[in-house]
């Protein structure tokens, strides 16, 4: 079951030396994960400028899909899979 | 680690590709690239351009091309690689099988009795066309994405004969396909991979679409399959510097990029194939990516909104350094280890691959086809034998300083070996000589005896003092062009003969990039950013400029634009200001484009409906959306253009794509003719042109490859001339021999010097008229001075007044230093032709004579600001050095010859040109009507629309008669209409009104009409050709002059089924009066038209020319009111742009009368003050070097005047000059010399003004008239 979180709400990340997620808090859990894919996103440039890096990432519990904004440097959490 | 990008393409990947070779070069250099390869698709059109620039810059070029596969490598069941299903369309009708014999027997080899004449022996005799050639077809590919079409596979030229494969393989693909849609199939491939390396290519490479299809077998096959292709005999070797085919690896930050990257690694290992890491790059800098977008949005003909995946993902594909891909996914530490040691090794794999590769693109010994001679002779003996017997026809007697020129010359040409290339041009005049069309030398060959004597040239080098060196030197690194000059009409068959001589696979036309303008940038950008059409036609017809760069000042000026830049124009103009005291040029002497603005505005509101809902619609525009301080300074011409207004985003990328090649077509002459065949030397295409071939390079880089080109021009006064002689002939039995036309006919020159010259070559535009009375040529040389004077050259250099000024002896003659008086005292010290740039260079400067055109050149040409800035230096510390000038006088003399360089014209081509302009003149004086008719039939030529052209001839005293069905032939005729005094001279004249004969027109004394004309010269009319009304083609002329023939037309039923023409086009006829001589009134024949054409349909053509059996007789039409005189000429107009009974402003005469105001003729003789007219814009001007100041033509039934708006005046007249052709203008009369200006201070449309003092109101049509001349000049 897939949860998509409309608001794409803020999160805390700890990110390890290469600069990817190791673990990140949302809803006054902590957990730690592993990334298992990533990508790049750029898009609607020329209306709502859109630049984000995605990280899918699995923890014990969570699979999620999270993304730092490269406009103001923020992480977001998009989706959550049961 | 040294790392060279293999995978790049530039902006010559048409639509695909957003920098151009200069930048990404650049950019390489600053990333400490060891090498860059160019690989566009399907073509090498940037690849001279691009390997000049990377050996400039020290950077190692690459040549290649990626290519896109017709088939795959091995079976493809499932459809992985080549997609099935995808609909294909197909645009127009698909020309099928081969094209109609006519053309085929046209490029034949010539009879074998003409073989002993000095035909070259061609290498394939029996080759008429190049091999794999197939008809065309055009293939829409909008919206269709690259995964749908075939896989792509990147070649590189590892050496000379990798070129070549190259070259091969893309000129066949080329004319196996379709244009831009060249068809590269494996089988062409296998042909053509000598010298080849290969990279599978982007993700979609067929190996990559396996992989990710999950056919790792497939993939494997294919990989297999590839290697053994490149590999030929050898076997697949293990030394980087000797493998042919590698495994790309690419990573731009996708989903499924790790995946692949690994996967593509591990068969690489697989199959011990070596790999290389490239970018696949399409811009130089990340910010790159929004053009890339906006040009894959026009490429698909959609708005950036609705590209979706028709855009490339991501935004990665910019130059990187190898620490840049090193800190990639795949070389990071988390990476499994077999991936990163291949991405490692990739990389590094990448710069020696590019240092394996070299190729030079030098191709002096090809240069020539090889021009058989005859036997004992060699080319130069041949050569020298025909200059001998030239020289003695040209001239009686020979005298020594003839002969030594000649010596001297042919001594020069023997040691550069250019002796073929004059016999191949010899060889063309004698065939244009033989066929007789009219052809003749221009430009710097004119400098030449050898040119002259062989009868290339009409100009005799040693009376007008020309300097050969301008054309040859031995220093001069490039090749000299014979530009030749051949009547617009039948330049083809000159082209065909070259073909047919030299064979297809030596010849070829040199292509001309067409590259983004103001016009089509602000259209295709405008649709890509989703603008509504309605606005963007609206924007693009408000533009005054050509130059992309400039729209923003166009929009600005433009009442219903300026709106949106309110913040920017005060500043702009304050900018503008301080530029202007500057001066129009910078320290070099170049133009100052303002190519950086301040670019912060936010728009505002706009006044236009359109504009309105436009913005109205988006309400978040603007709105702190980007808060980002570092974002919100946009750069115009670099950076991001996230932040900008939409307005401001749509000026940015106008800018940016300026001179962005958009497609290719023909050059209008060059003619590329080589020893070897053309195909290894040079990628070829098709044009769209039926069976013509073009080189992808255009006459730049052929130049840069040192190959030989003919420049064939097809110019329309030799036509008009031509037709001129030739009426001349058929009227009065007389023969005019141009060439034995005496240079002294007093009568020329009073005309030419009283501004006299509407349709004269080269001196009838207005800034001609302007100073032909100041100048008052006296002679040939004059003129010749005159030719050369009125250019932006000259007028930017600040040539031209100081050079009236002492004509008319206002000023003393002087020089800047007196080391200059040798060289300019024929031009009274002012620099006027290229010669005396280089005359100065070397005599003043210190240069040397090779070295001085290098300079002249470069001063031309504006390569580089770095290169510019080298001579600048070496110029000024010349003249310091060897003439004792000062800094400043230095300096002034090098911005005097920069300024002029740029635009300059060689003395030579003056020269030539002038003696046509005199020959044209003498025409138009003695033969006008002939005269007339040729310059009509020649249309579109010249300065002035035909309106122009009649109402001059009127004014001379020659009779203008209407289109008429029973009197008119498809062109225009004369027609004897008798002399004047003699009876039957006013009916022949159909009633019309004597000529109002204004005081600027000269007509010859008797006494030199007797000498110079036969008598019955002076008898003849011009009779309006149907060609004249719109609709009415090349298709129709041969029916309508036959129809003719066959005799007069009786009755509407008759017209329409004879002449077999549209409906719509025998209503223009009836409007333009050419029914009239049916006796009927134009309204009935109206009424009738529609039954009569009701009662034909489907007879025409079977039935055509046989009498009618129609059963019933047309209805009678009921009473209708007669034609006003107002309608009549609104129609005539409104059809052909002019009427042949009177000029428009004649109708607002009376009112023009109660307003005061003058006619054009009355001006003469008026004194300077206020002064108010009416009349027709038949020319606008908007001049890059006036600096903003507009100049009008303004016609009326009794003359021409320039009307002169100063920028603040434009500014605040524009919006009514722009959209009304009839004006009424208030201003004032200014006189310099026999020289009338009028300044405007207001203008108004006509028809109101009339409308006001009670006059006629606008007629019918007359909004139409005179824009076909508006956008001239």
Redesign the interface.
């Known amino acids: 079951m897939t949860r998509l979180l409309h608001e794409h709400p803020a999160i805390d990340v700890d990110l390890g030396s290469?600069g990817e997620p190791v673990a990140f808090r949302w809803n006054g859990r902590r957990e730690r994960i592993e990334v298992c894919?990533?990508?790049?996103v750029?898009e609607?440039?020329?209306?709502?400028?859109i630049?984000r890096?995605y990280f899918k990432v699995a923890g014990r519990n969570w699979l999620a899909l999270l993304y730092l904004d490269r406009?103001?440097g923020t992480w977001h959490l998009e989706r959550l899979y049961d | 680690m040294a790392y060279a990008e293999l995978h790049c393409h530039t902006n010559f990947s048409f639509l695909d590709g957003a920098s151009e070779p200069d930048e990404l070069v650049a950019r390489a250099v600053e990333l400490g690239l060891s090498g860059l390869a160019v690989t566009d698709h399907g073509g090498l059109y940037g690849v001279v351009r691009f390997a000049t620039a990377a050996r400039e810059a020290g950077l190692r070029p690459v040549i290649g091309v990626e290519i896109e596969l017709a088939d795959a490598a091995v079976p493809d069941p499932a459809g992985v690689v080549i997609p099935v299903g995808r609909p294909r369309r197909r645009v127009g009708g698909a020309a099928s099988g081969r094209s109609p014999a006519g053309s085929a027997a046209g490029a034949a080899p010539l009879p074998d009795a003409r073989r002993g004449e000095g035909l070259p022996a061609r290498p394939r005799p029996d080759r008429t066309r190049l091999p794999d050639y197939r008809s065309s077809v055009k293939e829409d590919l909008r919206g269709v994405g690259e995964g749908q079409r075939g896989p792509h596979l990147v070649l590189l030229a590892r050496n000379a004969a990798g070129y070549r494969s190259l070259c091969r393989l893309v000129s066949r693909a080329n004319l196996a396909g379709t244009k831009s849609m060249p068809r590269f199939s494996h089988a062409l491939l296998a042909e053509n991979t000598d010298g080849l390396v290969a990279l599978s290519g982007c993700r979609e490479g067929e190996i990559a679409r396996r992989l990710r299809f999950g056919d790792r077998e497939g993939a494997r096959a294919a990989a297999e399959r590839y290697a053994r292709l490149f590999a030929g005999q050898h076997a697949q070797s293990d030394s980087v510097a000797s493998a042919t085919f590698f495994l790309e690896l690419q990573h731009h930050?996708?989903?499924d990029?790790?995946w692949l990257v690994a996967e593509t690694a591990r068969l690489a290992e697989e199959l011990s194939l070596p790999v290389v890491v490239g970018n696949d790059v399409h811009y130089a800098y990340s910010e790159g990516?929004?053009m890339q977008?906006v040009l894959s949005a026009i490429r698909h003909g959609r708005s950036?909104?609705e590209l979706r995946d028709l855009r490339r993902p991501?935004?990665?594909s910019f130059l990187k350094a190898a620490d840049e891909l090193m800190a990639l996914?795949p070389g990071?530490?988390?990476a499994d280890a077999h991936t990163a040691a291949a991405w490692a090794q990739g990389i590094g794999n990448a710069g020696e691959l590019a240092a394996s590769c070299s190729v030079d693109l030098g191709f002096e010994r090809y240069r020539f086809p090889g021009f058989p001679i005859p036997k004992g002779h060699t080319p130069f003996s041949y050569l020298e034998e025909l200059c001998h017997e030239g020289a003695r026809r040209r001239y009686h007697p020979i005298s020594s300083t003839v002969l030594s020129q000649l010596a001297h010359e042919l001594d020069v040409i023997e040691r550069t070996g250019l002796a073929e290339f004059f016999l191949i041009c010899w060889d063309i005049m004698r065939f244009s000589r033989e066929r007789g069309i009219p052809a003749q030398g221009r430009g710097s060959a004119a400098n030449s005896i050898v040119a002259y004597v062989l009868g290339i040239t009409r100009v005799d080098p040693i009376r007008h003092h020309l300097l050969f060196e301008r054309f040859i030197n031995e220093g001069r690194a490039s090749y000299p062009d014979i530009d030749i000059d051949f009547s617009s009409a039948r330049r083809e068959e000159v082209i065909q003969y070259v073909y047919s001589r030299y064979g297809p696979e030596h010849t070829g036309m040199v292509c001309n990039l067409v590259t983004y303008r103001a016009r089509s940038a602000v259209r295709e950008v405008g649709y890509a950013?989703?603008f509504p059409r309605p606005l963007v036609d609206r924007v693009a017809k408000a533009l005054e400029t050509y130059d992309s760069v400039m729209v923003r000042r166009d929009l600005e000026a433009d009442g219903g634009f300026g709106g949106f830049f309110a913040d920017t124009v005060d500043r702009e103009a304050a900018a503008a200001g301080a530029s202007n005291k500057r001066g129009l040029t910078d320290r070099t002497g170049r133009l100052n484009h303002p190519r950086h603005w301040a670019a912060d505005d936010k728009g505002g509101p706009g006044d236009s409906p359109a504009s309105a809902i436009r913005l109205a619609g988006r309400p978040?525009r603007g709105s702190g959306?980007?808060s980002?301080p570092a974002q919100s300074r946009p750069q115009t011409l670099r950076g991001?253009?996230?932040g900008m207004s939409e307005w401001e985003?749509w000026l940015a990328f106008c800018a940016r794509i300026d001179g962005f090649p958009r497609h290719l077509s023909i050059h209008s002459g060059g003619m590329l003719v080589t020893a070897a065949p053309l195909i290894d030397i040079a990628p070829l295409e098709r044009a769209t042109m039926a069976d013509r071939v073009v080189v992808q390079f255009d006459k730049r880089d052929v130049e840069t490859l040192k190959l030989i080109k003919l420049d064939l021009l097809g110019l329309g006064m030799l036509a008009a001339i031509d037709e001129t002689l030739g009426l001349i002939e058929s009227d009065c039995a007389a023969r005019v021999d141009l060439d034995r036309l005496p240079e002294d006919v007093p009568e020329v020159f009073e005309m030419l010097g009283a501004a006299d010259t509407v349709g004269v070559f080269q001196v009838e535009s207005r800034a001609q008229m302007q100073t032909l009375p100041k100048s008052k040529p006296a002679d040939l040389d004059d003129l010749v001075v005159e030719v050369a004077i009125i250019r932006p050259g000259p007028i930017q250099g600040n040539a031209v007044h100081p050079y009236l000024r002492r004509r008319q002896g206002l000023e003393p003659v002087s020089y800047l230093h007196p080391s200059l008086e040798p060289v300019l005292r024929e031009t009274l010290g002012v620099i006027l032709y290229q010669e005396q740039v280089m005359q100065i260079a070397i005599s003043v400067a210190g240069f040397s004579a090779g070295e001085s055109d290098g300079f002249r050149r470069a001063m031309g040409t504006w390569r580089s600001n770095k290169e510019m800035e080298k001579l600048h230096a070496r110029f000024v510390d010349g003249c310091r050095a060897a003439n004792g000038l000062t800094d400043e006088q230095a300096e002034e003399l090098f911005r005097q010859v920069a300024a002029f360089a740029s635009f300059g014209f060689a003395k030579s081509h003056a020269a030539a040109f002038a003696r046509t302009a005199y020959e044209s003149a003498f025409l138009k004086l003695f033969y006008p009507a002939q005269f007339t008719v040729g310059l009509i039939n020649a249309q579109p030529m010249g300065f002035y629309p035909v309106e122009v052209l009649i109402n001059d001839a009127k004014r001379h005293g020659v009779a203008v008669l209407q289109v008429d069905v029973n009197a008119s032939s498809y062109k225009t005729t004369t027609e004897w209409v008798g002399r004047d005094g003699e009876p039957g001279y006013e009916e022949a004249r159909h009633g019309q009104r004597p000529p109002v004969r204004s005081s600027g027109c000269i007509v010859p004394s008797a006494e030199s009409r007797a000498r110079w004309t036969p008598e019955s010269a002076t008898g003849f009319g011009i009779r309006l050709g149907l060609a004249l009304v719109k609709g009415i083609g090349d298709e129709h002329a041969e029916r309508l002059d036959a129809e003719l023939a066959r005799g007069p037309y009786a009755t509407l039923t008759e017209v329409v089924t004879r002449t077999e023409l549209p409906e719509e086009v025998i209503e223009r006829l009836i409007r333009a009066g050419a029914l009239d001589s049916l006796g009927r009134p134009r309204r009935e024949l109206l009424w009738q038209l529609r039954e009569v054409m009701g009662a034909t349909r489907g007879r025409t053509g079977r039935a055509a020319g046989q009498p009618m059996d129609l059963r019933l007789p047309p209805t009678p039409a009921p009473e209708l009111p007669p034609l006003t005189e107002r309608e009549r000429l609104g129609d005539s107009y409104a059809v052909l742009s002019l009427d042949a009974r009177r000029q428009v402003v004649s109708i607002f005469r009376p009112a023009l009368e109660r307003l005061g105001a003058a006619t054009n003729a009355s001006l003469a003789d008026r004194g300077p003050g206020p002064v108010r007219l009416g009349g027709l814009v038949v020319t606008r001007q908007h001049p890059m070097t006036a600096r903003g100041t507009v100049f009008l033509a303004l016609e009326d039934e009794t003359g021409m005047v320039n009307v002169t708006l100063w920028p603040d005046a434009w500014a605040r007249l524009r919006g009514v000059v722009r959209r009304h052709a009839l004006l009424y203008v208030e201003g004032t009369l200014q006189r310099e010399a026999a020289v009338v200006n009028v300044i405007a201070s207001d203008i108004k449309p006509l028809p109101a003004v009339a409308e006001s003092v009670g006059g006629p109101s606008h007629p019918e049509g007359v909004r139409a008239l005179g824009y076909s001349g508006m956008h001239r000049g």
Request: glycine residues 10%; hydrophobic residues 25%.
């Open positions: 290469d894919n990533r990508w790049r750029e609607s440039w020329w209306s709502r400028p630049a890096d406009a103001d | 930050l996708l989903p990029d790790d990516r929004e977008d950036l909104g991501d935004g990665e996914p990071n530490s988390d950013l989703g978040g959306l980007h980002n991001s253009t996230v985003r």
